[in-house]
């Protein structure tokens, strides 16, 4: 018995052995390729930790980090009382957030596995400093699966292109830098391991490979939103490769197993079962008859099985549309629309108030992929022209993510890894193309004026043509602005001020709010400073980043806009809300002294207003607030400043234009601002101003035995959006 088992270890080993490859001077070079590239995109990613410290990045981190923390303070049974927690208050007073049935518990669950694991090997650190590390590291690994992908697809050269291009790449920069701790950056290293996975399941019979498809399909489902394109991604793929007759066995193994696990994964998280029946799975589930009448009726010529399948297909998409329309199947909302048809965008504010859903501009397009751009085109046509079953896969991967990133610029977090790879091809397929030119004989005039055009040019890959590009790469991503490091070196946004400078000004504001606002007294503030507001200042908010309840965004917009005190009164203690924060970036003219607006809630009002009240741009530019110039010694500068018949009462405008001791006063604003005369404020007090005056907190004087209206009343001052419950 012991001899059997010492023989199955060694025929084990001898296995493993077999798998790795001979130390060859080829695989050295490779090795040390991935290493540098590994440690290039761990050392762009970093800079934000050596330059500011320990500081998440931008809100949504913020709450991220407040999930790890709850599994944490559970210890590894946290993973499963994550799932038990009832409503919270310290969002979304007075209601609360059951965050546990709407929201995505993957981030913070594989933040809380690190910082445990490394706990139980005695290495004992802040949470935040841990979690971090979770997207630089994520974008790392990514770099070296798509080495293997690159490789699967094309060649060993596409996959280091690929790594390397992926390392200095700004597309995805900003949120894999350390402290963007989010599920879009966290989600990298597993859409680049469905992706490898996928391609190596449907090119050998094996069962591992499908597994790990699902598994990595399953952990961005608990992680991130964007699930929903993978799994239609996976099931179009399927589909189309089924119809091409490509592979038909191992593309029906791989879905089969791939998408039940998928499919059980979205059943078992709170947040994602409202897409089991959905216009979101209509494809992943129609695909499951189709394959069964591809795979098992092969005796029928493919002209009838293609045209069963497709009737399949339009009776099951059919069958959705109209479940939809009956309001038992869930529609796709605006804002997936406008990435199907971006002709749809419409002017709804809801959509285009969040600077995610800015449609992507050509000069993003260079800025984010910089001289591989270039090359994309090229890959495309190399890929279409051999059509492997990797080849269709990589090609709708890469197709439908341009078209995504173009119509909404946050999703260049889907296109980076397949476009890096498809651009890698075509930048290697281009030279080694060239490189054959050099290798064969010259047998007629043209070939020997063709080798001339490369005449000293190892033969070996067009090696030295790739390294220079590389260098070339290396000099635009450096040279032009915003490249690599100036994205890695932005201060983290909690640090950061409207021009992008460094501040402490919120660091300082939430300090003065643990040390002076009772812990259980509400503050009330735009969406914006929600998470920051309850994790950072500890203090519960009103509504924040999630904005899965409009209607009270719509009533906090509605009362810093209001031009009646006793209305906005009304609102507030609707929220039991004992504070208010708002928010605007000034700068100062020394030469005259006066102080200038340049960002914040000023700007921001604009949305509110047409959130609120559903204005048209013209309505709110008549009404309330537009651009205009202030003359500076002859420079003219444009600002968004309060104006028309509702600028000088609105109360958000009253509270950021007021005397602020030792730093500012009414004599300091422009011209156009004294003219309108604000009126002082008489149930709001301010009793914080930041050291640079940017962030403002004001206490609510509520008179003696005030009353609160009924609801109804509280809902008379919004405009009732179509669709939605008040």
């Not at 518990?105 to 139980?120: C, D, E, M, R």
């Amino acid at each position: 018995m012991e001899e059997e088992k010492q023989s199955r270890i060694k025929k084990f080993i001898k296995k493993v052995k077999e798998k790795i490859p001979p130390p060859t001077m080829e695989n050295i070079a490779i090795v040390i390729i991935l290493a540098l590239n590994f440690t290039l995109t761990l050392a762009i990613r970093l800079i934000p930790l050596f330059k500011y410290g320990a500081y998440l990045n931008e809100f949504d981190p913020y709450f991220q980090y407040y999930n790890a923390q709850y599994v944490v303070n559970h210890g590894w049974y946290g993973f499963i009382a994550w799932f038990y927690q009832g409503i919270n208050y310290d969002f979304w007073r007075p209601m609360g957030r059951a965050i546990a049935s709407n929201a995505y518990p993957g981030t913070g669950f594989i933040g809380a596995f690190v910082y445990l694991i490394l706990q139980g090997l005695g290495i004992n650190l802040p949470l935040m400093y841990v979690v971090g590390f979770v997207t630089p590291f994520s974008a790392a690994f990514s770099g070296i699966i798509m080495y293997y992908i690159g490789k699967e697809v094309h060649s060993k050269t596409t996959g280091l292109l690929a790594s390397f291009f992926y390392a200095i790449t700004t597309a995805d920069i900003p949120r894999t830098a350390y402290g963007f701790f989010d599920d879009d950056g966290t989600s990298q290293v597993f859409i680049a391991l469905f992706m490898l996975a996928f391609i190596r399941s449907i090119k050998k019979k094996s069962y591992i490979y499908p597994i790990i498809t699902g598994i990595s399909l399953s952990i961005i489902i608990m992680t991130w939103g964007a699930f929903t394109y993978l799994i239609n991604l996976f099931a179009l793929t399927v589909l189309v490769l089924a119809f091409l007759g490509k592979d038909v066995d191992n593309v029906a193994r791989t879905y089969f197993i791939g998408m039940t696990m998928s499919i059980l994964m979205i059943a078992a998280i709170p947040r994602t079962q409202i897409f089991l029946l959905s216009g979101f799975t209509a494809l992943p589930y129609a695909v499951y008859p189709i394959m069964f009448v591809i795979r098992y009726f092969k005796q029928i010529p493919r002209i009838k099985v293609a045209l069963y399948s497709f009737i399949t297909l339009i009776i099951i998409l059919a069958g959705f549309y109209g479940l939809s329309y009956l309001g038992i199947a869930r529609g796709i909302g605006a804002k997936y629309q406008i990435i199907l048809n971006p002709l749809a965008r419409t002017n709804d504010p809801w959509v285009n108030s969040v600077a995610e859903h800015v449609s992507a501009s050509w000069s993003q397009f260079f800025i984010n992929y910089g001289i591989l751009i270039l090359f994309i085109p090229l890959g495309f046509f190399f890929i279409t022209k051999r059509r492997t079953s990797a080849d269709i896969f990589m090609f709708l991967a890469g197709f439908t993510t341009l078209w995504a990133a173009a119509a909404t610029s946050r999703l260049f977090m889907l296109s980076i890894i397949p476009d890096t790879i498809i651009g890698s091809l075509g930048l290697a397929a281009l030279f080694m193309n060239y490189a054959s030119i050099l290798r064969q004989k010259k047998e007629t005039f043209i070939d020997r004026k063709r080798g001339k055009l490369f005449k000293g040019i190892p033969s070996s890959y067009g090696g030295i043509l790739i390294i220079i590009l590389i260098l070339m790469s290396l000099v635009a991503s450096l040279a032009m602005t915003p490249n690599v490091v100036t994205y890695a070196a932005s201060p983290p946004s909690i640090l950061s001020s409207q021009t992008g400078s460094y501040t402490q000004d919120w660091v300082a504001t939430f300090a003065w709010m643990r040390n002076n606002i009772p812990e259980n007294a509400v503050i009330a503030a735009w969406w914006d400073y929600g998470y920051w507001i309850t994790i950072v200042g500890g203090r519960p908010s009103v509504c924040d980043n999630a904005n899965f309840n409009e209607t009270q965004i719509q009533l906090v917009g509605a009362a810093l806009t209001s031009d009646n005190e006793t209305r906005a009164l009304q609102i507030f203690k609707y929220f039991g809300a004992s504070y208010v924060l708002v928010y605007e970036q000034f700068i100062q003219i020394p030469q005259i002294n006066e102080w200038i607006n340049i960002g914040g809630d000023i700007e921001k009002s604009y949305w509110m207003l047409r959130i609120a009240f559903n204005y048209s741009d013209q309505q709110v530019r008549q009404l309330y607030l537009n651009t205009t110039t202030i003359n500076i010694f002859g420079t003219q500068i444009t600002v968004t400043i309060p104006n028309g018949p509702y600028g000088s009462k609105a109360i958000l405008y009253r509270m950021i234009y007021t005397d602020i001791p030792g730093l500012r006063s009414m004599a300091n604003y422009p011209q156009q601002i004294q003219q309108l005369n604000f009126k002082p404020l008489k149930y709001f007090q301010l009793v914080y101003a930041s050291p640079q005056g940017s962030v403002l907190i004001y206490k609510i004087l509520y008179p003696p035995n005030f009353v609160e209206p009924p609801v109804s009343v509280i809902m008379s001052y919004i405009y009732h959006w179509p669709g939605m419950k008040y």
